[in-house]
C-alpha cells in the first residue's frame, strides 16, 4: 500500500487535457510541497513537477501541477503519444520522516 | 551535464548483503548542497525511498528498512553506496541512485537503475 493515493489509470485521445489525483494527509501533502515523475517505458523516472507547479528547465509547458489542502493533481494538456508513461506524486511525510511515492498512474493515450 | 552511474552485482543469494556503487559525473559530492540516495522499484511495482546522505555523512533512511540499509559516500571517490544486508526475495528491484536537491526537495537526477535479482 502506498502512502499517497493515485488512480491505477488514465487515458486520453490526443490533444485531449487529461489530469491525474493524488490524495494524501496532513503529515505529506498537507504540509509539504509535491513533485511528479514521468516514468516512459523502460526507463528511469524524470522529474516533471517539483514544489507543487514547477517546471524543471527542458518540460514542456503542457505540463502543470497544482495542490490544495491534502491532494494534488498533474494535468496535461493537447495530450500526444509520448505522453504515455507511468505517473508518480511524491512528498516529504513529517511522520514517517522521509519522501514517500503514490503508486503511480499508468497513462494511455488511444 | 551531471550523471549518475550504478554499478554492482544483478545477483545476490539470499540472507547475504546486496552492495550497489553509484559514480557521481559532472559535479562534485562534497561541498555539495544536495543529498545522494537510493530509490527502488521492484519489477512491475511502483517507487520506494531507500534513503540519502549528505557528503558529511548525515543520513536519512526509510524506517522500514532502517535496520538493514546503510548509506556511505566517499568523496575521494566522488561516490555514494549502498548495503542492504539480510536480503530476501522482496529485495528484487531496479535499484536507483539520485540527487535529491535540497531547494527543490525533490530527486532532480536519476541514475538509469540497476537490476538485482536475490535467489540462490
Known amino acids: 500500500q502506498s502512502v499517497l493515493t493515485q488512480p491505477p489509470s488514465a487515458s486520453g485521445t490526443p490533444g485531449q487535457r487529461v489530469t491525474i489525483s493524488c490524495s494524501g494527509s496532513s503529515s505529506n501533502i498537507g504540509s509539504n510541497p509535491v513533485n511528479w515523475y514521468q516514468q516512459l517505458p523502460g526507463s528511469a523516472p524524470k522529474l516533471l513537477i517539483y514544489?507543487?507547479?514547477q517546471r524543471p528547465s527542458g518540460v514542456p509547458d503542457r505540463f502543470s501541477g497544482s495542490r490544495s489542502g491534502t491532494s494534488a493533481s498533474l494535468a496535461i494538456s493537447g495530450l500526444q503519444s509520448e505522453d504515455e508513461a507511468d505517473y508518480y506524486c511524491a512528498a516529504w511525510d513529517d511522520s514517517l520522516i522521509g519522501p514517500v511515492f503514490g503508486g503511480g498512474t499508468e497513462l494511455t493515450v488511444l | 551535464q551531471l550523471q549518475l552511474q550504478e554499478s554492482g552485482p544483478g545477483l545476490v543469494k539470499p540472507s547475504e548483503t546486496l552492495s550497489l556503487t553509484c559514480t557521481v559525473s559532472g559535479g562534485s559530492i562534497s561541498g555539495s548542497s544536495h543529498y545522494w540516495g537510493w530509490i527502488r522499484q521492484p519489477p512491475g511495482k511502483g517507487l520506494q525511498w531507500i534513503g540519502h546522505?549528505?557528503?558529511?555523512?548525515?543520513?536519512y533512511y526509510n524506517s522500514s528498512l532502517m535496520s538493514r540499509v546503510t548509506i556511505s559516500v566517499d568523496t575521494s571517490k566522488n561516490q555514494f553506496s549502498l548495503r542492504l544486508s539480510s536480503v530476501s526475495a522482496a529485495d528484487t528491484a531496479l535499484y536507483y541512485c539520485?540527487?535529491?536537491?535540497?531547494?527543490?526537495?525533490?530527486?532532480?537526477?536519476w541514475g538509469q537503475g540497476t537490476l538485482v535479482t536475490v535467489s540462490s
Open positions: 546522505i549528505f557528503y558529511t555523512g548525515s543520513t
Open positions: 539520485v540527487r535529491r536537491n535540497s531547494g527543490w526537495r525533490a530527486f532532480d537526477y
Open positions: 514544489s507543487n507547479n
